[in-house]
């Protein structure tokens, strides 16, 4: 079993920052790629960016690009999103997710993923 928790949402102003960060215990991180989901209310849960279990690759939806940077420290056990240049239509609940992956990649299916957080909410004003 792997436990997850995410921390750092919050409400925030268009054009600002934060960070998020998911938390393992239990079993690690290890071999597990990571994502970072989101889901706004009436939507679907969509992913938002993926880390391979060594954080040499990276996966990045179109709508993140440039502004969401996603990364991980495997000694502290900890995936951190970082979304600069926020939107409003970036309010959602995010969502970690681990996926046991030893092969080095990771997928963008919501049904691939074992082990999900509670969620965070980030709410973005105009």
């Known amino acids: 079993q792997v436990q997850l928790v995410e921390s750092g949402g919050r409400l925030v102003q268009a054009g600002g920052s934060l960070r998020l960060s998911c938390v393992a215990s239990g079993r690690t991180f290890s071999r597990r790629a990571v994502g970072w989901f989101r889901q706004a209310p009436g939507k679907e849960r969509e992913l938002v960016a993926a880390?391979?279990?060594?954080?040499?690759?990276?996966y990045y939806a179109d709508f993140g690009k440039g502004r969401f940077t996603i990364s991980r420290d495997n000694a502290k056990n900890t995936v951190y999103l970082q979304m600069d240049s926020l939107k409003p239509e970036d309010t959602a609940v995010y969502y970690c997710a681990a996926e046991y992956s030893p092969s080095g990649s990771y997928s963008a299916l919501v049904g691939e993923y074992d082990y999900w957080g509670q969620g965070t909410q980030v709410t973005v004003s105009s």
């Open positions: 880390i391979s279990w060594s954080g040499g690759s990276t």
